[in-house]
């Protein structure tokens, strides 16, 4: 079964991880990523960290870091010389990058599928709206990374198969438990976009009500930074604020060992609520850092009992499950344990490939 997958996201490195995966299963596997994508945290280039038992090639990019309006311009040429019997789309259905890689599939006479993370029923602009229509009506298949966001395509009037499996999982032997360094203070770990809806302030607000030895440690880039900056000076805790800006995703494991807890507090936007976790969670999870999230999205459901969940934009409340975790020993250990295991339970690259091939398989047969 040959199967050509489009996906901006596999630039990063550890999610290929779940591409070696996939070929295991005997699959023939072209996967297409653009050279870079650009976002709010700045430029992203590819990766290129596993890499085996299947090809992994760049094409050139239009609009790069336009989410709606990028596409890949000589994706017809790689289509014609592979023959795909599957299209794996990873993209979301309103993108003119899902249109493309969709015509030419139907054009080529192999079967397609795309992926979603869409979990609030927007409606959308011409041509999006009528673009996201098509789609939903010609796909073949469709992956949902979360319930909600099957229920959202089942709203939208998508009446095809559906398989809800999480865009990618976490490799267990590279997100690991480490032993804590007894000199290091109470950390607390951050990793996302400095933007609105990830709630960095709503950290730097529960920290600075927190007594004793602790620090806290921001990964990732975008727009807030300076702002962020700013309010570490005026909350008076600017010395105990690390920011590390946006890392490879290679050297996240590393930075996993230096945290004590992860801080996930997103807050809910008119457009927006939390997909997954962010990915953080699960890798913090397996890492043997216990997380405390925020309500907003398919954090609760991520997290299950393995973790702390506050109210959203709740200060005192994020505090207190912080001071909870650093006194109380027990419920620290409890966490660690619960985290790893509901890792290795769900979330694994290894359950994630395993299901994506099933749905192969089941076009296959259509």
Same mark, same amino acid.
């Given at each position: 079964?040959?199967?050509?997958?489009?996906?901006?996201?596999?630039?990063?490195?550890?999610?290929?991880?779940?591409?070696?995966?996939?070929?295991?299963?005997?699959?023939? !596997?072209?996967?297409?990523?653009? =050279?870079?994508?650009?976002?709010?945290?700045?430029?992203?280039? !590819?990766?290129?960290?596993?890499?085996?038992?299947?090809?992994?090639?760049?094409? *050139?990019?239009?609009?790069?870091?336009? +989410?709606?309006?990028?596409?890949? =311009?000589?994706?017809?040429?790689?289509?014609? $010389?592979?023959?795909?019997?599957?299209?794996?789309?990873?993209?979301? #259905?309103?993108?003119?990058?899902?249109?493309? @890689?969709?015509?030419?599939?139907?054009?080529?006479?192999?079967?397609?599928? +795309?992926?979603?993370?869409?979990?609030?029923?927007?409606?959308?602009? =011409?041509?999006?709206?009528?673009?996201?229509?098509?789609?939903?009506?010609?796909?073949?298949?469709?992956?949902?990374?979360?319930?909600?966001?099957? &229920?959202?395509?089942?709203?939208?009037?998508?009446?095809?198969?559906?398989?809800?499996? =999480?865009?990618?999982?976490?490799?267990?032997?590279?997100?690991? *438990?480490?032993?804590?360094?007894?000199?290091?203070?109470?950390?607390?770990?951050?990793?996302?976009?400095?933007?609105?809806?990830?709630?960095? $302030?709503?950290?730097?607000? %529960?920290?600075?009500?927190?007594?004793?030895?602790?620090?806290?440690?921001?990964?990732?880039?975008?727009?807030?930074?300076?702002?962020?900056?700013?309010?570490?000076?005026?909350?008076?805790? %600017?010395?105990?604020?690390?920011?590390?800006?946006?890392?490879?995703?290679?050297?996240?494991?590393?930075?996993?060992?230096?945290?004590?807890?992860?801080?996930? #507090?997103?807050?809910?936007?008119?457009?927006?609520?939390?997909? +997954?976790?962010?990915?953080?969670?699960?890798?913090?999870? %397996?890492?043997?850092? *216990?997380?405390?999230?925020?309500?907003?999205?398919?954090?609760? $459901?991520?997290?299950?009992?393995?973790?702390?969940?506050?109210?959203?934009?709740?200060?005192? @409340?994020?505090?207190?499950?912080?001071? &909870?975790?650093?006194?109380?020993?027990?419920?620290?250990?409890?966490?660690?344990?619960?985290?790893?295991?509901?890792?290795?339970?769900? +979330?694994?690259?290894?359950?994630?490939?395993?299901?994506?091939?099933?749905?192969?398989?089941?076009?296959?047969?259509?």
């Amino acid at each position: 079964m040959r199967v050509l997958m489009v996906s901006k996201a596999c630039i990063v490195g550890i999610y290929q991880r779940k591409l070696e995966l996939i070929a295991q299963h005997g699959i023939e !596997l072209l996967t297409l990523v653009p =050279p870079s994508w650009r976002d709010e945290r700045g430029e992203q280039k !590819l990766e290129r960290v596993y890499t085996q038992g299947y090809r992994l090639e760049t094409l *050139p990019i239009v609009f790069n870091g336009h +989410f709606h309006l990028h596409f890949y =311009p000589t994706l017809a040429q790689h289509m014609r $010389d592979f023959q795909p019997d599957i299209v794996h789309i990873d993209e979301e #259905p309103y993108n003119v990058a899902t249109w493309h @890689a969709l015509w030419l599939a139907k054009r080529y006479k192999a079967k397609a599928l +795309f992926f979603t993370w869409q979990n609030i029923l927007r409606q959308y602009m =011409p041509p999006f709206a009528q673009g996201e229509r098509w789609t939903l009506h010609k796909s073949d298949y469709a992956i949902a990374g979360t319930a909600s966001a099957e &229920q959202v395509l089942r709203e939208k009037g998508y009446c095809g198969a559906v398989a809800i499996i =999480p865009q990618f999982g976490v490799d267990t032997d590279v997100f690991l *438990p480490m032993a804590k360094s007894a000199a290091r203070p109470f950390t607390i770990g951050c990793v996302a976009r400095l933007v609105p809806e990830k709630g960095m $302030d709503i950290v730097l607000r %529960a920290a600075a009500q927190l007594s004793g030895e602790w620090q806290v440690r921001i990964i990732g880039g975008g727009p807030m930074r300076a702002e962020l900056e700013q309010l570490a000076h005026e909350l008076n805790i %600017a010395d105990r604020v690390i920011f590390c800006g946006q890392l490879s995703s290679i050297e996240m494991p590393q930075q996993y060992q230096q945290m004590d807890v992860l801080a996930v #507090p997103s807050r809910t936007l008119p457009n927006w609520k939390e997909q +997954f976790g962010p990915r953080a969670s699960v890798e913090a999870m %397996a890492s043997g850092v *216990p997380v405390i999230g925020s309500r907003s999205g398919a954090i609760p $459901d991520v997290l299950g009992e393995a973790g702390l969940i506050v109210p959203e934009n709740d200060v005192p @409340a994020l505090a207190g499950a912080l001071r &909870q975790l650093r006194d109380d020993f027990g419920l620290y250990q409890s966490l660690q344990t619960k985290g790893r295991a509901r890792v290795l339970a769900h +979330f694994t690259h290894e359950q994630v490939a395993q299901a994506t091939v099933q749905v192969y398989q089941a076009l296959a047969a259509l």
